[in-house]
């Protein structure tokens, strides 16, 4: 059943939470944004009521409606970040120096140490993230959140407070994710279990090999756990070579005996960025019979999955911050149409067939992960797209403008990067 409860917040509202999901049903006026430049070229009014796409053009507006003119700025659906980890984040906060690292476990025990040293809550933090996200228009987020017996579940809370404090502007999906390790930290799946009760909405694993040195165990608790508790499963998956596609291969089996198709996800992968031609293929073709969708991050040295020839068989594939300005890296910035700019470098992505097909992955695979009606802003949709100083889709991925405007549920939230 949903979960439904009355929130106080811009204006006043009943939202619902579904699969995590938090979709605001506030009623407003009707909005008529004007000379509105759509990917056609075209410019065109736009008429959002009730928090939809209404019409585009309409003879008159109704009565009660605003204006807003648009300036022939460049409409565009709303980004989703798919995969992003805000408990990390010193957002906001003074700079922190990161330790040198040169494994992942480096990073991990590296993450664990800094966090004595950050002295802000994690909900201010992620707080301070999600608005910058809205500001440069993100409409939700998938959120990885450590769950450890040296970090409790303060992180879920925190992450949850903020983003019921923001459930008018970004619906937050969070994902129980076990940093430091499954079976191999003792403690560590109780509290997975809880967090399923106290704020998180997804199962999350980590490198059944890599991390816990067992791929039976840590699979084993997240499928039974997934089935009993009837969540969606996020999986981080980093190794590479044999030893990653052993672990993809297992993992699309047990989706598929446990009836778990389009309830799994599988983050980075970076063993399918190895592959080409007949294998990558086969494996694809795997992906996508499994039902299991995979989020990518382009980041830094790290491979990219091949967007392209994954969706072309017809693997969901969606993007995402990853870290932002933690311990793990000093860069990011949590703004989803910069990263369909960094897809499309690393994928080398050239025409304006490529480069439409980026934004597509960050804005459109990531609203079917999350499970979001989609924002196409054809009539019925959701009212939630951005208004860019951009001629066409391709310009501004490539440009990566601030938004001028940033509209969520037909009501302008933030303008020039600031919300309003």
């Known amino acids: 059943m949903p979960v439904v409860c009355f929130g106080i917040g811009i204006g006043i509202g009943i939202h619902i939470r579904i699969r995590g999901v938090h979709r605001s049903m506030a009623q407003h006026p009707p909005v008529l944004f004007t000379a509105v430049r759509t990917e056609d070229g075209r410019l065109r009014d736009l008429l959002v009521e009730d928090g939809r796409i209404a019409a585009y053009d309409p003879p008159e507006p109704p009565a009660g409606a605003s204006t807003v003119d648009a300036r022939g700025a460049l409409a565009l659906p709303s980004p989703v970040d798919a995969h992003i980890h805000p408990d990390k984040t010193t957002w906001g906060g003074p700079w922190l120096s990161r330790e040198p690292a040169h494994s992942l476990r480096d990073l991990i025990e590296g993450d664990v140490r800094a966090r004595s040293r950050i002295p802000a809550p994690v909900a201010e933090r992620a707080g301070a993230l999600m608005d910058q996200a809205v500001a440069r228009g993100t409409r939700a987020w998938r959120a990885h959140v450590d769950v450890a017996p040296v970090h409790g ?140 969708a995979l989020t990518t991050c382009a980041l830094g040295a790290d491979p990219v999955l091949p967007t392209g020839a994954l969706t072309r068989r017809g693997v969901l594939v969606a993007a995402g911050s990853d870290g932002v300005r933690d311990a793990w890296s000093p860069f990011g910035d949590a703004d989803m149409i910069h990263r369909a700019h960094l897809l499309a470098y690393r994928t080398d992505a050239r025409t304006d067939a490529e480069l439409d097909a980026c934004y597509h992955v960050v804005a459109h695979g990531g609203a079917a992960l999350l499970g979001l009606p989609a924002s196409r802003l054809a009539v019925g949709d959701p009212a939630d797209f951005v208004l860019l100083s951009a001629g066409s889709l391709p310009e501004a991925v490539v440009d990566r403008p601030l938004p001028r405007l940033v509209v969520r549920a037909g009501r302008v939230v933030a303008r020039d990067g600031r919300l309003v």
Not at 224 to 250: F, N, Y
């Open 153 to 292: 579940l303060s992180g879920v809370h925190g992450v949850r407070a903020a983003a019921d404090a923001r459930a008018e502007l970004l619906d937050v999906q969070i994902v129980a994710f076990p940093q430091l390790g499954l079976v191999s930290r003792p403690g560590t799946a109780e509290l997975l279990d809880r967090a399923l009760s106290e704020g998180a909405d997804i199962l999350g694993g980590l490198d059944p090999l890599g991390v816990d040195g067992d791929l039976d165990g840590p699979l084993d608790f997240l499928f039974e756990t997934a089935l009993r508790r009837a969540v969606p499963l996020d999986i981080h998956l980093h190794d590479g070579g044999p030893a990653g596609l052993r672990q993809v291969a297992e993992i699309a089996r047990r989706t598929v005996a446990a009836g778990l198709s389009g309830q799994v996800t599988l983050s980075h992968v970076f063993c399918l960025a190895e592959l080409a031609g007949a294998e990558l293929e086969r494996t694809a073709d795997l992906l996508a019979g499994a039902g299991i």
